[in-house]
């Protein structure tokens, strides 16, 4: 199975600041055939499910703010908050969809407002 | 819009089967550009993909390989939903169940998971 990493495990952002999240893959998620990285990121807040932010590493999924945005290709991975706002407080994660079954996930980042 | 609608119980016993349906509204489960899938969460194992069920003209399941001689996922087209059974349960798997809608476009490629239901806290113990 795919394996994922992210760093930091936790973040303390100020409102209005920069939050950037990393995720690492042990192998290529890049599907050679159509050029996509089959990677999405999703954000969860306490008592919700996840909710899918970005899919093919870059792309917003619709009604997604632009204060969100993906990045990387292969196997190491950005998200970028640009300017956090007080409901961006929650836990991300990212998800590989190359090699299923299964689709894994990263162990999450949680990103607090300082 | 697309709804997801989980029920079940949220207790069973050590050595039972575990068994939660999801309800689809705005959606249909032989739907050609989703699929349907299962996924837990717990403290100690994170969020752990299960298994899908999808149509292609016929019938489709996957089961992550941990889970494969206990898991069983169906769907039921007459009444538009699918549903998680999981045999000789012990409390490691204990966890929030989700159910979600995978989807893809006109061409088949992945869109990410856009649509899950509300979660099921299980817990098993006697």
């Known amino acids: 199975d795919i394996v994922l990493t992210q760093s930091p495990d936790s973040l303390a952002v100020s409102l209005g600041e920069r939050a950037t999240i990393n995720c690492r893959s042990s192998?290529?998620?890049?599907?050679?055939?159509?050029?996509?990285?089959?990677l999405a990121w999703y954000q969860q807040k306490p008592g919700q499910p996840p909710k899918l932010l970005i899919y093919?590493?870059?792309t917003r999924e619709t009604g997604v703010p632009d204060r969100f945005s993906g990045s990387g290709s292969g196997t190491d991975f950005t998200l970028t908050i640009s300017s956090l706002q007080a409901e961006d407080a929650a836990v991300y994660y990212c998800?590989?969809?190359?090699?299923?079954?299964?689709?894994?996930f990263g162990p999450g980042t949680k990103v607090d407002i300082k | 819009q697309v709804q997801l609608q989980q029920s079940g119980p949220g207790l069973v016993k050590p050595s039972q089967t575990l068994s939660l349906t999801c309800a689809i509204s705005?959606?249909?489960?032989?739907?050609?550009?989703?699929?349907w899938i299962w996924i837990r969460q717990s403290p100690s194992r994170g969020l752990e993909w299960l298994g899908r069920?999808?149509?292609?003209?016929?019938?489709?399941?996957d089961y992550a390989v941990s889970m494969k001689s206990r898991i069983t996922i169906n769907a039921d087209t007459s009444r538009n939903q699918f549903s998680l059974q999981l045999n000789s349960v012990t409390p490691e798997d204990t966890a929030v169940y989700y159910c979600?809608?995978?989807?893809?476009?006109?061409?088949?490629?992945?869109?990410?998971?856009?649509?899950w239901g509300q979660g099921t806290l299980v817990t098993v113990s006697s």
């Open positions: 979600a809608r995978g989807h893809y476009d006109s061409s088949g490629s992945y869109l990410g998971d856009d649509h």
């Open positions: 705005g959606d249909s489960v032989s739907s050609k550009s989703a699929a």
């Open positions: 069920t999808y149509y292609r003209s016929k019938w489709y399941n």
């Open positions: 192998q290529s998620v890049l599907y050679s055939s159509n050029n996509k990285n089959y």
């Open positions: 093919w590493a870059s």
């Open positions: 998800q590989q969809y190359y090699s299923t079954p299964p689709s894994t």
